[in-house]
């Protein structure tokens, strides 16, 4: 399964996982869930933003 749109790389240090996580319907953030613990990220767009792709999440 493929899935389509902007996404950025997210490591869950809570499982060691590393995941892609999408950009949502509204286009103003980035969300997803760790796949083993199931917790929450959210990584809000705004101007003056940062081009970097590859973020880690506790």
Not at 7 to 12: D, K, T
Not at 15 to 33: P, S, W
């Amino acid at each position: 399964m493929t899935r389509e749109g902007k996404f950025i790389g997210i490591l869950f240090e809570c499982c060691n996982i590393y995941r892609r996580i999408y950009m949502n319907k509204e286009k103003n953030a980035y969300e997803g869930k760790c796949p083993k613990c199931n917790g929450e990220v959210k990584v809000k767009i705004g101007p003056g933003g940062t081009e970097t792709r590859f973020f880690s999440a506790r």
